[in-house]
């Protein structure tokens, strides 16, 4: 009965990290896919406003080529921090908790 109870437990702080991971992977998921599709159709149909010169040689669609790189790096780069500061520690203590489920 007590092993079963450790057990539960363990099922239940890895299912709060996967939760906590589902929350924040999702939209960024979303945003990214937006961004890339979205940018794929404004260069495939709308040729003419993406040949619109905003800066000398600078168009728009080079801008949100540009943008779309930018887009990249910062959910990469908030990736990162929400990992090292949520997800490790939530891996960590999941990780203990099956491992003493286990014994």
């Known amino acids: 009965m007590r ?5 539960e437990a363990a099922h239940d702080v890895v299912r709060a990290l996967v939760a906590a991971k589902v929350r924040f992977l999702l ?14 159709a404004v260069a495939g149909f709308a040729k003419d406003a993406m040949a619109v010169k ?12 540009a943008l ?13 921090r929400v990992a090292n500061r ?10 203990a908790s099956v491992r003493g489920a286990v014994r």
């Not at 779309?68 to 990162?80: G, I, K, M, R, V």
């Open 3 to 7: 092993g079963d109870r450790r057990v």
């Open 27 to 40: 939209p960024m998921t979303i945003v990214y896919i937006v961004g890339y599709v979205g940018l794929t």
């Open 68 to 80: 779309n790189y930018f887009l990249s790096w910062a959910l990469a780069l908030s990736y990162e």
């Open 54 to 65: 905003i800066i000398g040689p600078l168009n728009v669609g080079f801008a949100l080529i």
């Open 86 to 95: 949520v997800f490790d520690p939530l891996a960590a203590t999941a990780a």
